[in-house]
């Protein structure tokens, strides 16, 4: 009995397998990459079409994007609590310019230099390439990248006889003689809410005194540079008054929108608000201009870097088919595809070159300057636990609860403990 109870499994399996189509055998062949990334602005269509493109150009991949949630702490946390537990539910994983550095050190990334040689590095900016490289090694690969501008009323200025400000000094002077006689204008604004912008903030004003945060491991914070600079945007809301109260709540979209309204003669901000100011409709068409951030009249101009990166879940059980999205995602062709349909600045330098994107992104030109002077937040594997100090303390000595030189001394005293229990 035993004997034709298996020939009778035999012969079903025999079935079942001959009835099985070439595609279903060839679906059955499938890689499915699974990558997390957070929400692509614009028309969602635009990205599916390029991953449409690379499983065409890989038909043995299927790549299945999963979006995160729009609040970046909430993907930081979702990267650390499966990333912890070993997760292998994702592959390609986005992360913020400054994640990289912790989850590298946490072991989390699989090591990537090995797709780059060193002529391929350097097409990439320097300053994302420094945010993705831990201990001599890539952990991850540049995506797109962003950094702090000045936006400015250039039909406003040339009214007035006023150049676009080269110090924060002319900033001030320029800001304060023109909004005395204009009705309900801002002079500047920016975004000072406690969070992580503000911190992206307020290092462009140390950097442009100067100062830094760390040199050398050791912790600066509470340089007189630092104190002064600190000093001077509490005065741009009590002092001169160019910039108004609100921006202690601001974030991008609220001193986006005042600016895209016709309501404020600078602001500070990335790339991307430029292509919603240039929209059908909109107020300030063609009467924005963009340039480098001031600098203090001893300091050089230099923005905050932003971007995001690519990196491979180092749990990942398809880590071949992972790379190939990797390059194709960060290939130039791909960028110059991304730069066009939704508004992703390239971390490929040749492509500020490129004609198309300077056909239809003018100011493009312009960002590579911004761009190769941007600089990383402080690359550290415990920058999250820096930036938990310092939003606090800067919002404190902006709103006035804190004298400048209190709150950087507090910040420095914390960030010193933080880094002293690794040393």
Not at 344 to 351: T, V
Not at 385 to 408: R, Y
Request: glycine share 8%; hydrophobic share 40%.
């Amino acid at each position: 009995m035993k004997k034709i109870v298996s020939i009778l499994l035999m012969l079903s399996l025999f079935h079942a397998l001959a009835g099985c189509t070439d595609e279903d055998r060839a679906a059955n062949t499938v890689t499915v990459l699974v990558f997390k990334h957070g929400k692509i602005a614009g028309d969602p269509e635009k990205f599916a079409q390029i991953i449409r493109t690379f499983e065409s150009q890989n038909p043995g991949i299927s790549v299945r994007d999963e979006i995160l949630p729009a609040s970046t702490d909430e993907q930081h946390q979702f990267y650390v609590v499966n990333l912890e537990g070993k997760s292998a539910d994702f592959d390609v994983l986005s992360m913020d310019v400054v994640w990289v550095q912790e989850f590298a050190r946490a072991g989390w990334l699989r090591d990537v230099s090995y797709l780059f040689t060193g002529d391929d590095k350097s097409a990439f900016f320097p300053g994302p390439m420094q945010a993705v490289t831990y201990s001599g090694k890539m952990y991850a690969v540049p995506w797109y990248i962003d950094a702090g501008l000045l936006y400015y009323r250039k039909d406003l200025l040339q009214k007035y006889g006023f150049s676009p400000p080269e110090t924060w000094e002319e900033l001030v002077s320029t800001a304060g003689y023109i909004i005395s006689r204009e009705r309900d204008l801002y002079g500047f604004i920016w975004q000072g809410k406690q969070y992580e912008g503000l911190v992206c903030n307020v290092l462009e004003y140390f950097w442009g005194n100067g100062g830094d945060v760390l040199e050398d491991s050791r912790v600066v914070i509470d340089s007189p540079e630092n104190i002064h600079a600190l000093g001077f945007m509490r005065d741009l809301i009590v002092t001169s008054r160019v910039t108004p109260e609100l921006v202690t709540t601001a974030i991008e979209e609220p001193t986006r929108h005042i600016f895209g309204n016709g309501k404020a003669l600078f602001m500070r901000n990335w790339p991307y608000a430029w292509n919603i100011f240039e929209r059908e409709g909109s107020p300030v068409r063609g009467k924005v201009g963009v340039g480098l951030l001031p600098s203090f009249r001893k300091g050089m101009s230099a923005s905050t870097l932003g971007g995001w990166q690519l990196g491979i879940n180092k749990y990942s059980k398809h880590p071949e088919a992972a790379e190939k999205l990797i390059r194709f995602l960060t290939s130039a062709e791909v960028q110059k595809t991304m730069a066009l349909s939704i508004g992703y600045k390239p971390s490929r330098k040749s492509l500020y070159a490129d004609k198309d994107l300077q056909r239809e992104q003018p100011f493009i030109a312009a960002l590579h300057e911004v761009f190769m002077k941007a600089r990383p937040r402080p690359v550290s594997p415990y920058y999250m636990m820096m930036t938990q100090v310092m939003q606090p303390e800067f919002s404190a000595a902006l709103s006035g609860i804190k004298s400048p030189a209190d709150a950087l001394e507090s910040a420095r005293k914390q960030i010193e403990h933080i880094l002293g229990g690794e040393r």
